[in-house]
């Protein structure tokens, strides 16, 4: 069954961090595009900034900005057409030869959120494994599909979301009184309290969105 996850990548070489890093407040998004070439690294961006001219300088010093073509400029917003530099980070080649596709990217909190359309879970499980294999810091925020491991319903979670949520529904974090405090729950798990407060919490998101049939969620 496919599914679709939203994942928060982030890496010190993936495409145009040294101008986010350089720039406060520049928005950049990918413009989706009907090529399926696992090779093509020439794409073209959506850019929203205030200063054009700062903005090209920023580009031209940006380590992994080959080349740059403007395509069209209006109201503190461009379009260009940019190449890469050989050693940016990418996760394009890799969603492409799983045959998924990347539905939506956009610029978040130093790094790229994008949006993964993927065969299965077994395809996400490759593009999480490559990206692992790259230093490339990839955090599921979200993910929805009809079916989980070995048939059963995901309601949209990850496995890690689904035996939280479970350990805390067991362990009586969830009635009230509560009979366990997070901490008990993280210590179980070896985790933090704010980690295991996060996955609890996107974990909720997830199967609220799954089941009521929202698919835009709180970041």
């Keep these: 069954m496919s599914v679709t996850a939203k994942v928060l990548l982030k890496h010190d070489r993936l495409a ?22 696992p090779e093509r690294t020439v794409f073209p961006f959506y850019v929203e900034y205030e200063d054009r001219a700062e903005l090209e300088r920023s580009f031209d010093a940006d380590e992994t900005v080959a080349r740059y073509e403007l395509v069209d400029w209006t109201d503190e917003a461009g379009i260009y057409n940019t190449e890469y530099t050989p ?44 990206a692992s294999e790259n230093d490339i810091e990839f955090e599921i925020v979200e993910i929805y599909g009809n079916d989980g491991v070995a048939g059963e319903t995901s309601y949209g979670l990850t496995d890690e979301q689904r035996a939280t949520l479970l350990l805390a529904y067991e362990r009586g974090y969830f009635s009230e009184p509560r009979e366990v405090a997070l901490g008990g729950i993280a210590d179980e798990l070896g985790l933090s309290s704010t980690a295991t407060s996060g996955r609890l919490r996107r974990g909720i998101r997830n199967l609220v969105a799954a089941t009521l049939g929202g698919s835009e969620t709180e970041e």
């Design 87 to 130: 050693d940016t980070k990418l996760i394009s080649t890799v969603v492409t030869e799983v045959n998924g596709v990347l539905a939506h990217t956009e610029t978040r909190g130093g790094g790229w959120l994008a949006r993964l359309l993927l065969p299965n879970r077994a395809a996400l499980g490759t593009v999480w494994e490559y």
């Design 16 to 37: 145009f961090v040294p101008t986010l890093r350089a720039l406060d407040g520049v928005e950049i998004s990918v413009i989706a595009q009907g090529t399926t070439d």
